[in-house]
């Protein structure tokens, strides 16, 4: 059967005396050090055996990195934007100058006519959705 009242292994030092302590005043020196890195690795033992506490602080730790990467996203967003509105911008003038005068204030007076008055323009852009969806109907077969 074997001893279990044996010296113990804590971090690395044993329960045994230190050898060569010359006098009680370095006992009590290797006493105190001992006791420190004891000290020293319950403290480490007590916060790895924290599992609240460390999943407490990864949570914060994952919250934080979602949240730059949130901006991150956000802020490429927006610079994407700007890229689309300056595009759309440069074509519309495009647009402005190559069209006849006469069909630009046909489709301005379209889209006053429009605005002042919506339903049937609700109406007929719902008419050319359904058609759409038929004439696609129709064009994969399922007739």
Not at 93 to 115: I, K, N, S, W
Request: avoid cysteine; charge should be positive; proline fraction near 5%.
């Amino acid at each position: 059967m074997k001893d279990t009242n044996g010296p113990v292994e804590i971090g690395g030092a044993s329960d045994k005396p230190a050898a060569g302590a010359e006098g009680p005043e370095e006992l009590r020196r290797q006493i105190a050090e001992t006791r420190t890195r004891l000290g020293d690795t319950v403290e480490e033992l007590a916060a790895k055996a924290d599992v609240k506490g460390r999943a407490k602080a990864r949570g914060v730790e994952l919250k934080d990195k979602a949240s730059e990467a949130g901006h991150s996203v956000q802020g490429a967003a927006v610079q994407a934007g700007h890229v689309v509105q300056e595009k759309a911008t440069e074509v519309g003038h495009v647009v402005q100058e190559r069209v006849p005068q006469p069909v630009r204030d046909a489709v301005t007076g379209v889209v006053r006519a429009g605005l002042r008055n919506p339903k049937p323009v609700l109406l007929a852009g719902a008419g050319v959705v359904v058609a759409a969806g038929v004439l696609r109907w129709r064009r994969n077969g399922r007739r």
